[in-house]
Structure formats: structure tokens, C-alpha cells
């Protein structure tokens, strides 16, 4: 049994560093979804692709039990061109798995071939490789789909990996555990001119600069101090170049929160100071304001079934509840909306490369442990017998 088992985890570390030397962006994963597929088939499992543009789901039913929950990996890398040197380092210029999600996608097929193979639950799971995670839009194209009407489920579970938390350990939170995110662009409209008479126009530069500096008094003098929230800009472009002063600025950014509340409390004091500083300085300001993230809350008892099955694949000491919420964003959050569920953090060592670096790797030795947990998971929320 140890002999096979080395060899599944070399075989799954191999398909690994093919998704990484492969990636794809959101709602491009066509390699990576028939491979899926064909995997998936491979085991046994019915299949359906193009679930949502690009997204597959794989279906495995033992016994008569007739609850259904659902497992989630994400397949969509990212616009990065990658700068680590690898064997398996990306083929395709400017985009790299520097997130993960490479390492996503295998563990759950290494869940589904050994839950196929040995069974050990009575019910239904659907498998749900989503694409275009990072947009934000994956999730809502699956669900716009007909997702739960085509396979319904009761509960649904996911993972991330965590650079920084020791390999092998596993964290997760009830309640508020990842933030909303929301995109903003604000324009200044004036009028530029020669760079050596600024009394002839009205420039927009030392407005957007007032104005970027404005925007942090939101978090720090207009919310309730009690209330997680973050304001941040992004980038500052304008139409100038070196003589001459720009007549059109764009300041661009996000807002990350977990109430709808201070969403739109922070909505309503961006458009107030855009109003003010574009008024004080002579300019017209318009504001963009949307709404890509809602925040992801997990379910208390969902969150409970998963500390209790991480304890059981990977040891007491390895499992832990953790603490305040990441202002972070994920669109599992969008599944959470319509059923319970919890997403969880599995650690991908403490020397890890923070995600969406250009020198990320996903470490192929939590591969293992995701397997391990999902499939002791499976079983604990469909028992057999």
C-alpha cells in the first residue's frame, strides 16, 4: 500500500508541474479542463465540461445516501510572467500559476481517484474545478449555469494554499473569514498645458495627488474604528509627460470590508471627496465604483466538520481555529451565498514565496495532505454504514 500511495503522490506531483508549465487565465483553461475532464473520466466519474464557460464537474455517487455535498478547486493562473527558474517554470509568456492554483486542481483529482477507488461514504460528490477565480466572475458563471439546479448539493467546501503556514497544517475560522473587494476609478478632468505656465490651464497632477492622500481619512476618520476596512490606491496615471502638465488624471484602487454597510459608507465618502478636492482645484471628477468580491463567511458547523476531518488526515497538533479574518478576497464566497460551507487554508511552508509573486511555487509536498483531507472529509459528511 506505501508503494502504491508514493507512487499516486509522484504521479499527482507530475500533473502538478504540467498545470504550472500550462497555465491559462480566467475563462482560457481549455487545456486545463479537458485534462480534468479526461482525468476525471479516467476514475469513473460522470462529467459535464463547459459548466460556466470553461469549468468542469465530476460526479461520484456510492451507496443510496441521498445528500449531496460539494468540493471546489480553481484551475485560472495569472497575468505574471514568471521569473523563478523551475524545470516545469511556464511556457506561456506573461502568465504563470503564482497562486496556487495548479496545486488546487491536482489535489482534488487526487481526492476523486482514491474516494473513486476506495469509496468509504454513502451519498454524491460533485467535484467543481471553477475557472476564473481571480477575476472574481468564475463562480457566478457556474452558478449563472445552472450549477445548483443541475447538481444540487447540501454543503460545499473548499481550500487555499498559505504561504507561511507550516506545510501540513491546516487553519480555518467560522464566521467573517475572507473580505469583500471593491474596484474603483476616479477621473479628474481639466485642462493641461506647457509645464511652464500652469496659471494657463487647469492641471490635474497636484489635485490627484491631494486626492490620493484624501481618500485615506475614509478609513481613519470616517468609519467606526471597530469596523475592518481598507482603502487603497493602486495607480495614478495621467496624460502628461515631462514638459508638460496633464490635463486628465486616473486614480485607481480597492476597497476591502465585510459588511455591505461600510461598503457603502466607503462608496459614499470616496464620491464626496472626489466632489471637494475636483471643486477646490477647478477640475470635474467622476467616479467608478464596483462591487468584484462579496465577503465569504463560513458556516459555524460546516467550519467545525472541517477542523474535526483535518485532525483526523493530518494530526491534532496541525490543526488549529484561526483568528481574525484576512482582508483578502475569494469568490468561493459566491457558492457560500447559496449553501453552507467553509473554506479553509492549508500550509504551503513557512519559506514560501508569498502568492501572486513572480517567483511563487506551489509546494508539491502539501499535495498529500489536500488529498488526505478532503477524502477524510468526504467521509465524515457522508457516512457510510
Known amino acids: 500500500m506505501s ?108 481526492a476523486a481517484r482514491l474516494l473513486a477507488e476506495e469509496g468509504g461514504f454513502d451519498g454524491t460528490i460533485h467535484f467543481l474545478f471553477q475557472p476564473a477565480e481571480e477575476w472574481g466572475k468564475g463562480a457566478q458563471a457556474m452558478l449563472d449555469d445552472g450549477l445548483l439546479r443541475r447538481f444540487p448539493f447540501q454543503e460545499i467546501y473548499g481550500l487555499h494554499n498559505a504561504p507561511g503556514l507550516p506545510l501540513g497544517h491546516l487553519e480555518a475560522r467560522p464566521g467573517p473569514a475572507m473580505s469583500a473587494e471593491d474596484n474603483f476609478e476616479i477621473i479628474l478632468r481639466g485642462l493641461g498645458g506647457h509645464a511652464a505656465r ?119 497538533a496541525r490543526v488549529r481555529e484561526s483568528g481574525a479574518p484576512m482582508t483578502a478576497s475569494e469568490d468561493f464566497a459566491r457558492f457560500l451565498a447559496h449553501a453552507p460551507g467553509c473554506f479553509a487554508f492549508l500550509g504551503n511552508g513557512e519559506d514560501s514565496v508569498p502568492l501572486h509573486n513572480p517567483r511563487y511555487d506551489f509546494n508539491d509536498a502539501a499535495i498529500p495532505h489536500g488529498v488526505r483531507f478532503f477524502r477524510a472529509l468526504a467521509r465524515q459528511r457522508l457516512p457510510a454504514g
Do not use: K
Request: hydrophobic share 40%; glycine share 10%.
Open 3 to 110: 508503494q502504491d500511495r508514493e507512487a499516486l503522490w509522484a504521479e499527482l506531483r507530475g500533473w502538478r508541474q504540467d498545470f504550472h508549465r500550462h497555465p491559462e487565465f480566467g475563462f482560457e483553461e481549455r487545456r486545463t479542463s479537458r485534462l480534468v475532464a479526461e482525468r476525471l473520466r479516467g476514475f469513473g466519474l460522470e462529467v459535464a465540461e463547459a459548466v460556466g464557460g470553461t469549468g468542469v464537474v465530476g460526479t461520484l455517487r456510492r451507496g443510496n445516501g441521498q445528500r449531496a455535498i460539494a468540493l471546489r478547486a480553481d484551475m485560472d493562473a495569472l497575468r505574471i510572467p514568471e521569473q523563478g527558474e523551475p524545470p516545469y517554470r511556464s511556457r506561456t509568456p506573461g502568465v504563470m500559476h503564482a497562486c496556487g492554483h495548479d496545486g488546487h486542481t491536482t489535489m482534488l483529482l487526487g
Open 198 to 316: 500652469p496659471q494657463a490651464g487647469r492641471e490635474v497632477l497636484v489635485a490627484a495627488c491631494a486626492l490620493v492622500v484624501n481618500l485615506q481619512t475614509i478609513v481613519s476618520r470616517r468609519l467606526d474604528p471597530t469596523e475592518a476596512a481598507v482603502v487603497s490606491v493602486t495607480e495614478l496615471l495621467t496624460d502628461g509627460t515631462r514638459n508638460a502638465l496633464p490635463g486628465l488624471a486616473r486614480v485607481l484602487g480597492d476597497a476591502r470590508s465585510f459588511r455591505p454597510e461600510v461598503s457603502a459608507a466607503i462608496e459614499a465618502e470616496m464620491r464626496r471627496i472626489a466632489a471637494g478636492t475636483a471643486t477646490a482645484h477647478g477640475l470635474e471628477a467622476e467616479v467608478t465604483y464596483t462591487r468584484e468580491f462579496i465577503p465569504l463567511i463560513n458556516d459555524a458547523d460546516a467550519t467545525r466538520s472541517v477542523l474535526a476531518a483535518a485532525r483526523e488526515a493530518l494530526g491534532e
